[in-house]
């Protein structure tokens, strides 16, 4: 249900908070970098899912390093993702003429 809903948000970029001023320059650019975030989030998600099902199925406990691991991508790629964000709008700014 969660993944659908994430796809469901990943088709229309229009609903997004961006964040930064989306322009007409920059608007291809500024999707990409957020549907590749929600792609990547997607991806972490479905590999924790799939790891604690498989760990469940054996019976075994979830190493004492998960979480923090788990924690780390997903802020990590989001940190990542920002600042390529934040790097696209300071590039595309003009520059003050003296």
């Not at 923090?68 to 520059?95: C, D, H, M, N, Y």
Request: glycine share 4%; charged share 15%.
């Amino acid at each position: 249900m969660l993944y659908g809903f994430i796809t469901l948000v990943e088709r229309y970029p229009q609903a997004w908070n961006t964040g930064v001023t989306v322009t007409e320059e920059n608007h291809a650019r500024v999707y990409r970098i957020l549907k590749n975030m929600i792609a990547v989030i997607k991806m972490l998600m479905l590999a924790v899912f799939a790891s604690i099902t498989v760990l469940s199925s054996l019976a075994l406990r979830l190493p004492i390093w998960y979480l923090g691991v788990f924690l780390l991508a997903v802020f990590g790629s989001i940190a990542f993702f920002l600042v390529q964000l934040r790097k696209t709008t300071r590039s595309e700014k003009p520059e003050a003429q003296a």
